[in-house]
């Protein structure tokens, strides 16, 4: 018998660099497959998937900002890349054979769907993947907030947050051998430590809604079903 996920709905936030890879800009189509193929075991599963990806491989509002440019122009350029990304990501899906719809919080007629709960909603149920881009439609917000927010919305299980890393570390694990991997973490500790996970406006409305955040290495093939499957890779933060 097929083992049986721990978990109903996700929503899934990957960083906009991890679809990077090593080419420093843009999207890397080799990665991109790779992540489709992970989504296409969790809906296989029966686990309903709700996915935000952020932007910061293309524009990032407040590197154009510091650049010169205007914030808001800016950050409307990072939301339109974050729909960049969702085609890509909505393309990789289909080639894989895993339906998928894109839907932005900035009405893109012709390209994607606009933002619609209710239709998100009912699309998860049906075993589709629901991509939400364009963030929150903002400007002074980031990609953190949305999958926060989103999942919210959805009622998700939890947020499962994609890093470089295997989770939240005592210190950079990168530049300290000896920095501790945590597996459970509250929220006040977080705040207490100063532990560095989402930005706080993205961490404290999952706080503020009892929303679980899973903090999980995206760059290991196969954590992402572990730990739907019950693994306990990662660092969750809940109450
Ligand atoms: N952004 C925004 N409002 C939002 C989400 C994103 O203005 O609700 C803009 C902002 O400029 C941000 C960019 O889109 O820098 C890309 O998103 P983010 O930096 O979160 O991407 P990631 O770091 O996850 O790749």
Same mark, same amino acid.
């Given at each position: ?10 929503? @899934? ?5 991890? %679809? ?11 990665? %991109? ?29 407040? &590197? ?17 890349? !974050? ?22 919080? $900035? ?14 909603? /009912? ?8 991509? #939400?881009?364009? &963030? *929150?439609?903002?400007? #002074?917000?980031? *990609? ?18 994609? *890093? ?10 990168? *530049? ?6 945590? /597996?459970?973490? /509250?929220?006040?500790?977080? @705040? ?7 930005? @706080?406006?993205? #961490? ?11 903090? #999980?290495?995206?760059?290991?093939? &196969?954590?992402?079903?572990?730990? $739907?499957? &019950?693994? /306990?890779?990662? !660092?969750? $933060?809940?109450?």
């Amino acid at each position: 018998t097929n083992p049986k996920p721990s978990y109903r709905r996700i929503l @899934l936030k990957l960083s906009g660099e991890a %679809l990077m890879g090593d080419e420093g800009f843009g999207i890397d189509p080799k990665i %991109l497959d790779r992540m489709a193929h992970e989504i296409k075991e969790l809906i296989e599963m029966g686990v309903q998937v709700g996915l935000v990806i952020g932007g910061g491989n293309l524009f990032r509002g407040k &590197g154009l900002a510091e650049a010169g440019m205007n914030r808001v122009v800016g950050d409307q350029m990072g939301m339109l890349a !974050t729909v960049m990304n969702g085609l890509a990501m909505r393309d990789a899906l289909h080639r894989a054979f895993v339906n998928a719809r894109l839907m932005s919080a $900035i009405d893109l007629t012709g390209v994607c769907d606009s933002y619609n709960w209710a239709e998100a909603i /009912s699309l998860l149920k049906s075993g589709r993947v629901v991509i #939400f881009s364009a &963030g *929150t439609g903002n400007p #002074f917000f980031t *990609t953190d907030s949305a999958a926060c927010l989103r999942g919210i919305e959805i009622e998700a299980d939890a947020v499962f947050k994609g *890093t470089k890393v295997d989770g939240i570390y005592s210190d950079d694990p990168v *530049t300290n051998p000896d920095a501790e991997l945590y /597996s459970k973490l /509250s929220y006040s500790e977080i @705040l207490d430590k100063e532990l560095k996970v989402m930005d @706080l406006a993205a #961490f404290t409305l999952a706080r503020d809604h009892s929303m679980p955040i899973r903090v #999980f290495n995206m760059n290991r093939e &196969g954590a992402l079903k572990s730990i $739907i499957l &019950g693994g /306990s890779e990662g !660092t969750v $933060i809940d109450h």
